[in-house]
């Protein structure tokens, strides 16, 4: 069955070319993502409150479809529940606590460079299903591109760099346990979206409406602003829908073949922005992990 099958019996070029736009733009926002993030958690406000940006816009965008799905969907069994909340205020508070320590080239082949390797982890103990061929190749590829890192930082980095490894792994474990959940929860991505945004806005309020607060009467109500749409209008909206359009016009494996760029991305817009020049180690470790997620996502294969 072709990728595009459900979509479109007969994909039009503007069809196609729509969906790889649509991919760009997604990879892109999650690159712009980890540079602001880490940004912010390094100089302006702690993780709390740039957590409360990013899913307080959701939230508030996407109130219409929370209100008709509840905040206890009856359907969706409390397990379930809780995997899909842990993709909201806990993965974010751990990754951006882990961006204090990580630069911002280390960040991309850590997090999203390890995700497809936790989600096929979590599905072949938990659900049996299998790995072969060359996709098992693609996950020891990333593996290697870890200790290269991780190796480097125990060794060589200072400020306590491991940390942050260790932090990025766990969120990167959060988001494979967040994607099994969500394969079997029965909601839309909108829906999954919606109920995470408010959970995790309730959850973070507390904790980070006092620094925000703070910040604005310290002068920084610009930074708060650029943060409240990198985070949440472009990142926890539009990145969301536009990678539904990738799916929708170009099929699974083609759209997150396209999510390796991402780790590309990130570690070129930190050297001006950020002024952080990737280590030889960080290198190999983006060479090996933008292989190994191309290898893994089973578009060679197919």
């Known amino acids: 069955m072709?990728?595009?099958?459900?979509?479109?019996?007969?994909?039009?070029?503007?069809?196609?070319?729509?969906?790889?736009?649509a991919a760009l733009a997604t990879v892109t926002i999650w690159a712009l993502w980890a540079v602001a993030t880490r940004h912010a958690v390094t100089h302006d406000l702690p993780p709390a409150a740039v957590g409360l940006l990013?899913?307080?816009?959701?939230?508030?965008?996407?109130?219409?479809?929370?209100?008709?799905?509840?905040?206890?969907?009856?359907?969706?069994?409390l397990l379930k529940g809780l995997g899909l909340l842990g993709s909201g205020a806990p993965f974010f508070?751990?990754?951006?606590?882990?961006?204090?320590?990580?630069?911002?080239?280390?960040?991309?082949?850590?997090?999203?460079?390890?995700?497809?390797?936790?989600?096929?982890?979590?599905?072949?103990?938990?659900?049996?299903?299998?790995?072969?061929?060359?996709?098992?190749?693609?996950?020891?590829?990333?593996?290697?591109?870890?200790?290269?890192?991780?190796?480097?930082?125990?060794?060589?980095?200072?400020d306590g760099?491991?940390?942050?490894?260790?932090?990025?792994?766990?969120?990167?474990?959060?988001?494979?346990?967040?994607?099994?959940a969500y394969r079997h929860s029965g909601l839309s991505v909108l829906q999954a979206a919606a109920l995470i945004g408010l959970w995790s806005f309730l959850i973070l309020l507390p904790f980070g409406m006092p620094p925000l607060v703070q910040a604005f009467g310290k002068g920084l109500a610009g930074p708060i602003v650029l943060q409240a749409l990198l985070q949440g209008l472009l990142s926890g909206v539009a990145g969301i829908i536009l990678y539904g359009m990738a799916i929708d016009r170009l099929g699974a494996s083609r759209?997150?073949?396209?999510?390796?760029?991402?780790?590309?991305?990130?570690?070129?817009?930190?050297?001006?922005?950020?002024?952080?020049?990737?280590?030889?180690?960080?290198?190999?470790?983006?060479?090996?992990?933008?292989?190994?997620?191309?290898l893994a996502s089973g578009i060679v294969s197919r």
């Open 54 to 77: 990013r899913f307080g816009v959701p939230a508030l965008v996407l109130a219409p479809i929370a209100w008709r799905i509840g905040l206890f969907p009856k359907d969706l069994s």
């Open 255 to 294: 759209a997150a073949a396209v999510s390796p760029l991402a780790i590309v991305l990130a570690a070129l817009i930190a050297i001006p922005v950020l002024g952080e020049i990737p280590s030889p180690a960080a290198w190999v470790g983006i060479i090996l992990a933008t292989s190994g997620v191309v």
């Open 93 to 158: 508070l751990i990754v951006a606590w882990g961006m204090q320590f990580a630069p911002a080239a280390e960040i991309g082949p850590l997090l999203p460079g390890t995700m497809p390797l936790f989600v096929a982890l979590i599905g072949w103990l938990l659900f049996g299903e299998r790995l072969a061929g060359v996709r098992v190749l693609g996950f020891v590829l990333i593996l290697v591109g870890i200790a290269g890192i991780g190796g480097y930082g125990v060794l060589f980095a200072a």
């Open 161 to 180: 760099v491991w940390r942050g490894h260790l932090l990025l792994l766990t969120g990167a474990g959060l988001w494979g346990i967040y994607t099994h």
């Open 2 to 21: 072709s990728d595009l099958a459900g979509t479109s019996p007969h994909p039009t070029a503007r069809h196609v070319l729509v969906g790889w736009l």
